[in-house]
């Protein structure tokens, strides 16, 4: 079974933190993603890579950035956390034949203060 | 863009089927997909649908596509207390530079009550 590690269940952080957020996946997947989750909003994407050291915006990059210096790690990063950034965030992988879904870490639940 | 969009929320009895509704409203080829979210947990796969096919069925799940309308449906047979959850419907595109990007409604809360 495909199994997408995020690091943290649970996070707090203060407004201005620079914010890690760590996600792995085993199962050697060329794509990954980075999205964040709020009510009534449904999953936004916020960036996404399909290669070491490539990345794309998706949706709502603003304030976020990412890095992907291995193949099985994705890292999102918020420069200077702010309030706004308070959210459940989940990270996937997926291969490159598109037909292929998405698999999901269990997320992580971030709070900024 | 692509809008995928849900009713919010879904109310039935157990042992009831429920159905989940979607519409969206690209018309390209695509794969449109049923995730669960359990409270405090990931996305998990439940199913999906290319969009040249009309229905799907997995045990107590069937799957109902109307390419005319571009409605998707979920139903779940005999429901039980562990099917209670935030069910989203997703979409991807076939296209060049989609890197297998979805497409999610906003979540349906489903409420199993006894």
């Known amino acids: 079974d495909v199994k997408v590690t995020q690091s943290s269940r649970y996070l707090v952080k203060r407004t201005g933190e620079k914010v890690f957020l760590e996600c792995v996946q085993d199962?050697?997947?060329?794509?990954m993603f980075w999205y964040r989750q709020d009510p009534g909003l449904g999953l936004r994407l916020i960036y996404f890579?399909?290669?070491?050291?490539?990345?794309e915006k998706g949706d709502i990059p603003e304030g976020y950035s990412v890095s992907r210096e291995k193949k099985e790690r994705f890292s999102l990063i918020l420069e200077s956390a702010s309030t706004n950034q308070t959210s459940m965030y989940l990270c996937a992988s997926t291969t490159v034949e598109r037909v292929q879904p998405q698999h999901f870490g269990d997320g992580t639940r971030l709070s900024i203060l | 863009g692509e809008d995928v969009e849900q009713s919010l929320f879904l109310s039935v009895r157990e042992g009831d089927s429920s159905v989940i509704n979607c519409t969206y409203t690209d018309s390209s080829s695509t794969y449109l997909y049923w995730y669960k979210q359990e409270p405090g947990a990931g996305l998990q796969l439940l199913t999906y649908i290319f969009s040249n096919m009309d229905m799907k069925q997995d045990q107590r799940l069937t799957v109902l596509l109307n390419k005319k309308d571009k409605h998707l449906s979920l139903r779940i047979a005999d429901t039980q207390t562990g099917d209670s959850a935030i069910y989203f419907c997703?979409?991807?595109?076939?296209?060049?530079?989609?890197?297998?990007?979805?497409?999610f409604g906003a979540g349906t809360q489903v409420v199993v009550t006894p």
């Open positions: 199962m050697d997947h060329e794509n």
């Open positions: 997703a979409e991807t595109l076939l296209t060049t530079d989609s890197w297998g990007k979805l497409q």
């Open positions: 890579s399909y290669d070491v050291k490539m990345k």
